[in-house]
């Protein structure tokens, strides 16, 4: 074989390893573009999802009084998140009319969570409610005329207010408050006091 010939085919060679690498190259950079967009947007989805079940947006309300009383009391939250009640609590549960709230209070006192919605919250949505709530300790439902949210949920000196029953907020917080570190009573009994509830 000739100089010349072994010359053209070096060239060649030199030239197929070139293209080689540039693919290489452009595949990797593009595999590396993929991979940083996927990872970029799971991050910003799992932030989203974070930020929608964060507890961030609940209100913590000082509470001084806890006395007895078997007269009504104006309370400064509606609902209330704790405050003077009534010596008898609330047996927790679902309940299907409004409650007197300084009956609910005691039972909060206790641990319980009170979560209130609107009564005019349409049908499947009460009911995605009790799905949620049915069967759970110290956790009392029932409706609530005048609420300013959809769903509000209640424990002492807490309360978050929800546009509606699938807010991942919502199981968030009975996990964060039945029971939780504020309540002045853990452990007191969330039956054996008044009310029977329908589910």
């Known amino acids: 074989m ?6 053209t085919i070096k ?3 030199a030239t197929v390893r070139a ?3 540039r693919r290489t190259i452009a595949v990797t950079g593009a595999a590396v573009v993929v991979f940083g967009g996927i990872t970029a947007a799971a991050t910003v989805l799992i932030l989203q999802e974070r930020s ?4 961030d947006a609940v209100q913590t309300i000082a509470v001084t009084q ?4 078997t007269g009504p009391v104006t309370y400064p939250q509606s609902p209330p998140v704790g405050g003077d009640h009534d010596p008898a609590w609330q047996n927790c549960g679902i309940y299907r009319r409004p409650l007197r709230a300084e009956n609910v209070v005691h039972a909060q006192e206790h641990g319980a969570v009170w ?5 005019d919250l349409p049908r499947d949505q009460v009911e995605e409610l009790l799905a949620l ?4 300790d110290y956790v009392i439902v029932s409706p609530f005329p005048g609420l300013a949210a959809p769903v509000v949920a209640s424990a002492w000196t807490k309360q978050l207010t929800l546009d509606g029953v699938d807010d991942p907020r919502l199981p968030a917080f009975l996990r964060a408050h039945i029971q939780g570190p504020a309540t002045p009573e853990p452990g007191a ?3 054996g006091g008044i009310g029977e509830p329908s589910a």
């Open 2 to 7: 000739s100089g010349d010939a072994r010359a």
């Open 11 to 13: 060239q060649r060679l």
């Open 19 to 21: 293209q080689q690498r």
């Open 52 to 55: 929608r079940s964060s507890l």
């Open 66 to 69: 806890r006395e007895h009383t």
């Open 115 to 119: 979560i209130t919605y609107r009564p």
């Open 133 to 136: 709530t049915r069967g759970r």
């Open 189 to 191: 009994s969330c039956s």
